[in-house]
């Protein structure tokens, strides 16, 4: 079983509708949640980071963690033609010890909005 | 700013041969992580380095797969000799240091290609 499981889609979707997409996780020690988006050809840039559990909200986005039951998930509010892409959640333990700052990044859900 | 510079950008070689990826890192950033891509596995974390000092290398698939990092704004990938399921983007990122939410900030790749 992969420490991170994302569904890799592809999800296709109509301009302005709500987007949302998710991963679940298995490693406890997971206390720092993010979000990356991948256009094609590009490498990975952070979009959103979380600490623990609760919700963040940054324009369209927003992202929320349920620890208790190891679920994260990354909301696209009137999504744009320019939101398609492949969006990656991470995860990296707490400070101490050699894995702080070890990322484990999911499949990657490819998404394409169009208009 | 430059960014994460990494060359070359797509590298085709025959299987046997030696292969070498670069990596430059943003100025001022101390971390370094090497992570290869493909569409079963996904992003997966190949080693990183902290202050030159390589602090995880369990990713790393076998000894085939090397990387050093001889000064603190350069490192490189070498695998020797390649195989064909080496095939992969392989990607370069830099942080601060080594907390997940300094930023990873990631090179546009390099598309490895062993026939």
């Known amino acids: 079983q992969k420490e991170v499981e994302q569904d890799p889609g592809p999800l296709s979707v109509p301009e302005g509708a709500i987007v949302s997409l998710n991963c679940t996780y298995s490693n406890s020690a997971f206390q720092y949640f993010m979000w990356y988006r991948q256009y094609s050809r590009k490498g990975p840039e952070l979009l959103m980071y979380?600490?623990?559990?609760g919700n963040k909200e940054d324009g369209r986005f927003t992202a929320q963690v349920d620890k208790s039951s190891k679920y994260i998930s990354l909301f696209i509010r009137d999504s744009q033609p320019s939101d398609s892409a492949t969006y990656l959640c991470a995860m990296a333990p707490g400070a101490g010890g050699t894995s702080y700052g070890k990322l484990t990044f999911g499949q990657g859900t490819i998404l394409t909005v169009h208009p | 700013d430059a960014g994460v510079i990494q060359s070359p950008r797509h590298e085709v070689t025959e299987m046997g041969q030696e292969v070498t990826l670069r990596c430059k890192l943003i100025?001022?950033?101390?971390?370094l992580f090497w992570y290869r891509q493909t569409m079963m596995r996904g992003l997966e974390l190949l080693i990183y380095f902290n202050n030159n000092v390589p602090i995880d290398d369990s990713g790393m698939p076998e000894d085939r797969f090397s990387a050093k990092m001889p000064n603190a704004s350069f490192s490189t990938l070498k695998i020797q000799p390649s195989e064909p399921r080496d095939s992969a983007v392989y990607f370069c990122?830099?942080?601060?240091?080594?907390?997940?939410?300094?930023?990873?900030?990631f090179g546009s790749g390099t598309r490895l290609t062993v026939v």
């Open positions: 979380t600490y623990s559990s």
């Open positions: 100025s001022g950033h101390n971390s």
């Open positions: 990122a830099s942080s601060v240091d080594r907390g997940p939410l300094g930023g990873y900030t």
